[in-house]
T-cell receptor
Framework: AQSVAQPEDQVNVAEGNPLTVKCTYS??????LFWYVQYPNRGLQFLLK??????LVKGSYGFEAEFNKSQTSFHLKKPSALVSDSALYFC??????????????FGPGTRLSVLP | GAVVSQHPSRVICKSGTSVKIECRSL??????MFWYRQFPKKSLMLMAT?????????EQGVEKDKFLINHASLTLSTLTVTSAHPEDSSFYIC???????????FGPGTRLLVL
């Protein structure tokens, strides 16, 4: 069965510093990996995805993520954090094709706080 | 593009009443819609998956008679919480995708409070 781990409940970083939010996964077959961000009392916003191709994926708001097959990781990164990046971040993996082929498994989430 | 709306954004109801939540894909046809439930400071829990014109597939432990899902068109799915109780209070989020798309697009969520 597929699973996603986000080892850090909380990440604190100073504004202007680089940030990393970690994600590791377990899935049979080739993984489809996603990052979403959630602001308070809001739904999830899509940031980026890895399906195939270059291991470094660039997404919205200056975020990028690096797919590492040997380490089964898909860490989210940003070179220079903004206070407005403070939110809850979810890593997700799309499982193997089921009846509808679209089931996602979400990690537990990591709360990012960017301090001014 | 790929905008999903939910209505209402917030609802308060009395115990024993039923509440309907709508999920609409505004600029694309959603062949598949998902309903999630999120507890405070927790991740999303998939409740059910529905294809347009078909019965929803419920995840283990989710009562299909309590959480009625209808996906009557390619742009609308509804979740009805029947005979709501305080323990049903939660944040309900829908998502939608279309055939051939890998990405799910999420609605803004509906906060339900049952008194």
């Amino acid at each position: 069965a597929q699973s996603v781990a986000q080892p850090e409940d909380q990440v604190n970083v100073a504004e202007g510093n680089p940030l990393t939010v970690k994600c590791t996964y377990s899935v049979s077959g080739n993984p489809y990996l996603f990052w979403y961000v959630q602001y308070p009392n809001r739904g999830l916003q899509f940031l980026l995805k890895y399906i195939t191709g270059d291991n470094l994926v660039k997404g919205s708001y200056g975020f990028e993520a690096e797919f590492n097959k040997s380490q089964t990781s898909f860490h989210l990164k940003k070179p220079s954090a903004l206070v407005s990046d403070s939110a809850l971040y979810f890593c997700a993996v799309r499982g193997p094709l089921g009846v509808y082929g679209q089931n996602f498994v979400f990690g537990p989430g990591t709360r990012l706080s960017v301090l001014p | 593009g790929a905008v999903v709306s939910q209505h209402p954004s917030r609802v308060i109801c009395k115990s024993g009443t039923s509440v309907k939540i709508e999920c609409r894909s505004l600029d694309f046809q959603a062949t598949t819609m998902f309903w999630y439930r999120q507890f405070p400071k927790k991740s999303l829990m998939l409740m059910a998956t529905s294809n347009e014109g078909s019965k929803a597939t419920y995840e283990q432990g989710v009562e299909k008679d309590k959480f009625l899902i209808n996906h009557a068109s390619l742009t609308l799915s509804t979740l009805t919480v029947t005979s709501a109780h305080p323990e049903d209070s939660s944040f309900y989020i829908c998502s939608a995708t279309t055939s051939g798309q890998e990405t799910q697009y999420f609605g803004p969520g509906t906060r339900l409070l049952v008194l």
